[in-house]
């Protein structure tokens, strides 16, 4: 998992309806996904799931009865996804479940993509929650700056403040 649930899960609790998890999927790995999700309690679109797939995009599930919302983005086979996937967490949920969740240095990149990108003043916020929450010391300030460079959010990166 990925966005704002692991934002949290490394900081500070924030409502948030939907959950962010990026995979690696081929066509016929996303029409079994799909079919995962059969009945009236699940709305999936099979049609979407396949063009995120051929287009590396994104498609929703979405638990009716609750309104929760998956976000499954398409992994695009980038260098950084490579090393997101390679560094992957598994966190302990309060259920006794362990779930996989991008690294918090991952987490931050995005989110300083996001904002580049024009996206709202949460993710700085998110990102200073996890940087309290976790303390900036545990941070590997090394990948952080290599990839900030490679993903163009140096100046982003900069502004946190992290004195990478």
Known sequence: MTGPVASTVYGEPRFTNDIDIVVGMTSDQAVRFVQAFRGDDWYVSLEAAVEAVRRRGMFNVIHVPSGLKADILVSRGTAHDSARF??????????????????????????????????SSNHFRDIHSMIAGQGV????????????????????LDQVKLRV
């Open 86 to 119: 390679s560094r992957v967490r598994k966190i302990l949920m309060p259920d006794g479940r362990e779930d996989p969740f991008a690294s918090p240095e991952d987490v931050i990149l995005k989110k300083l993509k996001f904002f580049r990108d024009g996206g």
């Open 137 to 156: 010391e545990t941070l590997d300030r090394c990948y952080l700056k290599t990839w900030a460079a490679e993903l163009r959010v140096v100046a982003q």
